[in-house]
T-cell receptor, first 116, second 111 residues
Framework: DAGVIQSPRHEVTEMGQEVTLRCKPISGHNSLFWYRQTMMRGLELLIY????????DSGMPEDRFSAKMPNASFSTLKIQPSEPRDSAVYFC??????????????FGPGTRLTVL | GEDVEQSLFLSVREGDSSVINCTYTDSSSTYLYWYKQEPGAGLQLLTYIFSNMDMKQDQRLTVLLNKKDKHLSLRIADTQTGDSAIYFCAEIHQAGTALIFGKGTTLSVSS
């Protein structure tokens, strides 16, 4: 199993540009989570989906952030326009209801975003 | 509130035991978890405990749960330099919802 796949692994962009982060969850998983990690705020949940439907997006910082899950094997997190304070590592994770360990989340390797 | 709290840093010598503590606020949490994050990587499940248990042991790891005080701890015996990482405590209130993570404890092991 390839695990959760995220792309790109690193992204450097300039303020004002649009950024799109991509995630492919583990096949068969029905929940997908987007997190942001910074030194100051630690690990923050941005949004999560169950069966491709957004359940809780209260962690999305502002309207510049949007996330979609058009099908069970793909999700995007978009920032438009990007700002320097968006610099962070963004993680995607997936899980399934009836796993070996209840509610276990499997994390991708993350995308390190730097906005200049 | 729903905050899971942990101390931010712990420094130990190789071979000593490490104890990482966590407090959570929701007594209805069914499962509690410890995740490990190595440098440059995502989080990985280390161990977990069901809320009706007091203790769980897995090789060098011992998890203790005090439901009355809403306190969870992770003990690592014979700590090695490879145990240096960030350790996250997490709880879940209801199946199908998101885990609630603490801010993580950075464990530094010196030889």
């Amino acid at each position: 199993d390839a695990g959760v796949i995220q792309s790109p692994r690193h992204e450097v962009t300039e303020m004002g540009q649009e950024v799109t982060l991509r995630c492919k969850p583990i096949s068969g998983h029905n929940s997908l989570f987007w997190y942001r990690q910074t030194m100051m705020r630690g690990l923050e949940l941005l949004i999560y989906f169950n069966n491709n439907v957004p359940i809780d997006d209260s962690g999305m910082p502002e309207d510049r952030f949007s996330a979609k899950m058009p099908n069970a094997s793909f999700s995007t997190l978009k920032i438009q326009p990007s700002e320097p304070r968006d610099s962070a590592v963004y993680f995607c994770a997936s899980s399934r209801r009836q796993g070996r360990v209840p509610n276990e989340q499997f994390f991708g390797p993350g995308t390190r975003l730097t906005v200049l | 509130g729903e905050d899971v709290e942990q101390s931010l840093f712990l420094s130990v010598r190789e071979g000593d035991s490490s104890v990482i503590n966590c407090t959570y606020t929701d007594s209805s949490s069914t499962y509690l978890y410890w995740y490990k994050q190595e440098p440059g990587a995502g989080l990985q499940l280390l161990t977990y405990i069901f809320s009706n248990m007091d203790m769980k042991q897995d090789q060098r790891l011992t998890v203790l749960l005090n439901k009355k005080d809403k306190h969870l701890s992770l003990r690592i015996a014979d700590t090695q330099t490879g145990d240096s990482a960030i350790y996250f405590c997490a709880e879940i209130h209801q199946a199908g919802t998101a885990l609630i993570f603490g801010k993580g404890t950075t464990l530094s092991v010196s030889s």
